[in-house]
């Protein structure tokens, strides 16, 4: 289950010029290429339907991104921030 940002355009163009700069890293291993979703992913597995309702009465949710974090995989199902990058403009 995830959350789609409004607008997702520029969403887009920062995946899009991240592919680019990086073209040896496509993002998602390019296995979501050429399309491209924004999303915020809330669950995945079991319990969907619960996350579902736990979010839908939060809805809608209002934000602003103001950084991108680059993770690390430590381990299978593991994380952790690497790196932060103040967006411009937020």
Known sequence: ???????????VR????LRARFPSWPPY????LP???????VAWGAKLD??????T???????????AVLFRQLAPERWEP?????LRGA
């Open 82 to 86: 690497s790196a932060r990058f103040p």
């Open 57 to 67: 009465t939060a809805l809608p949710l209002r934000g602003r991104a103001r950084e």
């Open 35 to 41: 399309d491209i979703t924004p999303h915020l992913t």
């Open 50 to 55: 619960e996350a579902e309702a736990a979010v």
């Open 1 to 11: 289950m995830y959350l789609a940002p409004e607008p997702g355009e520029p969403f």
């Open 29 to 32: 291993e390019g296995k979501f």
């Open 14 to 17: 920062l995946t899009q010029a």
